[in-house]
């Protein structure tokens, strides 16, 4: 009953959560078999500040792994406006000169422009800020340049040009990633973000 249980258990809590704090307690060898068997972690320590800070570094082990295995899964909400005329390249790398009006942009990042038929103009290679190098921007860091790259297929001037509101393309999966694994890295307003997009790509 208790191995069905833990089984259960298992299959619906992240990993760092199937574990056992034992607290100035020895752990019978047939109780650590049964653990490793299925799967749970066994933390002990006579001191409980050890014990704590043992399982808040396992939890966040748990919580990077999954976060690197995620990749470029898990796209953040993003709406971005050109600055007009800041076009420094055309074609891939696409160069230009953006503000984000709300959520936050990062490198990886694909974008789309959705009343241009949900057109694809590539993902972010890379973002400056002041000529220096950046993994993200916000709507408080004002003009900031940005690199995209495509198949080639795309271009500035001809699908698309300074005119267009340009967002992140967002996907049911990716959303459901960002509330699994990055809930801390999300505000109050990043969620409003993700609602208008919803709206916008027609995400159920």
């Known amino acids: 009953m208790l191995k069905a249980c833990t089984s259960k258990l298992n299959e619906k809590c992240p990993k760092e959560f199937s574990t056992i704090l034992a607290f100035d307690v020895r752990v019978m060898p047939d109780a650590q078999k049964f653990a490793d068997d299925e799967g749970i972690k066994v933390f002990t320590a006579n001191i409980i500040y050890h014990l704590f800070d043992d399982f808040t570094a396992y939890v966040q082990k748990c919580k990077d792994e999954r976060k690197s295995e995620d990749g470029n899964k898990a796209v953040f909400p993003a709406i971005i406006e050109m600055v007009k005329g800041a076009c420094f390249n055309t074609k891939s790398p696409i160069v230009i000169g953006v503000n984000v009006k709300e959520g ?46 495509n198949d080639g297929s795309v271009t500035y001037g001809r699908q698309f040009d300074d005119t267009c509101q340009i967002v992140s393309m967002v996907t049911r999966d990716s959303i459901d990633l960002l509330k699994a694994n990055y809930r801390d890295e999300m505000t109050k307003d990043d969620w409003g973000t993700v609602l208008k997009l919803k709206k916008v790509l027609g995400i159920m």
């Open 104 to 149: 936050v942009l990062r490198n990886g990042t694909p974008l789309c422009i959705p009343d241009r038929g949900m057109l694809k103009i590539g993902y972010v290679h890379s973002i400056e800020i002041n000529n220096k190098p950046v993994n993200q921007a916000r709507f408080k860091d004002g003009s900031v340049a940005i690199k995209i790259t």
